[in-house]
């Protein structure tokens, strides 16, 4: 299945996406209520195949979980691209968080912000929509625990995110963050080790990894996060980037103004944003829409 | 004004603390719903000294922000902290956040991971409540965004915290972090700069700050913050801790079973919580209750 949630005249609703529309899932705003719902979500979606389908193209599609409860990010977890940032293989998982008011929809324009215009990169990333959850999951158990598998870009403001030892601020810049379009049950995406992620910029192929080459896997990843809190329902993994971010470029090719990134996933999605110059005036006008 | 979130048989509400006892602010769960309610909250709150008191000591006071969309921490803030912990004074604020999972009520029994027990440590912080918030806030507006003060233990796992370069693993434990008792409002604390804040061990003084030594103090933060994201009502930040942490002695002194840490603020309040050697299990169970 692929579930997304939809920008309606009535409101926000999941929708389970089929070759024929878009079909609404009702009582539920967004995949995140749906997930919370219980273990029945899935019958909940499929039930919605009754339900009249909203063609693609009549729809605006919003992120799928509109204000998670947690974003959790993972550092420096593709062997290739930890070999361009310049450090060591990592013995543990490097966690960091976004707030969830850092995120944005698949297709949002993303202003680049008026007070750190020139250090705005890229990161294509796997993104985990946590579905059960639990605590301390162990990670033969951890796949229970996934509802399935959406497209990030982990949008970063290098200068901020380097102006301390701590990247968060720089992570965390107001609707960044763009995820979707839609999220893929892990039925329907079959073995992840096998998806490839590619990142390009106005065309060009800037990253393209493997997500076998996860230094810290999906299992893993669960496991571990899971020991340090209770994941809920609709919580958001992002699984780390592969190498060829602008940051490792000499010099760094920072997106400008009309830049267009796309990150796309073999049998998840893919984003496409616009990035846009912008007064933090015009950046706060776009956030509120 | 002294503002709380109360547990009461029918659900929790927020109140208002006076002399008597504390007066139920009817329509709201907790003093997060009461700021997001607009900028009458504070003549909201007042109109509760029309309600009957309930005696201080026959209602559980739970940390007065049930779920913050935003808890941001500031690491090295204090001037003596910063050299205990052997870095150089920074040019920007040092910005981590937490999950709003990992907060705590301000008497709650806080278990010692079973996963990594003996390094637990505290930090004593003042905790800023957001009130009206905002987006690119000016430090000369910073206070008319802000609507008061908790006390906040910043408990922190140390091995977790330091495995990798990102400090949020070791400070997002589940339920480890107290807050409260209640949000002092500004009109009610005065000079921040004078204020003292105290960290005692079995009543041990092992931190011992003036709020004045803040290097970013609370303008300069919600000016950094807001530049990033919005600040929402009832975002929390926590600003820091003073020189003293179990980390910085030798050898450090992690807190044991039964530990008592007592995190004091002059004018804020008083925060009293019984660390206990728990299986993740029991832990668990805590975090549910």
Redesign the interface.
Known sequence: MQLATLDLDEGTVAALRTDEGFRPIEGFADVGALLGSGPDWRATAQAAMAADAIAHDAAAVLRPILDP??V?CV?VNFRAHIREMGVDL????????K????LTDPDAVIPLPA?APGCVDYEGELAVIVGAGG??IAPADAWDAVAGLSAANDVSIRD?QM???????GK???RSTPIGPTVVTLDEVGDIDTLELRVRVNGDLRQHGSLGDLIFGIPDLVADIS????L?PGDIILTGTPSGVAYAMSPPAYLRDDDVVEVSIDRVGTLSNTFRAAS?AIA?EE?RA
């Open positions: 409860g947690a959790v550092g990592p013995d543990h998982p490097t966690l960091f968080s707030l969830p008011r850092a007070a605590r301390d901020v102006r301390s030892t701590q990247w968060f601020a965390t810049w107001e020991r340090i809190v209770t809920h933090l706060g956030t």
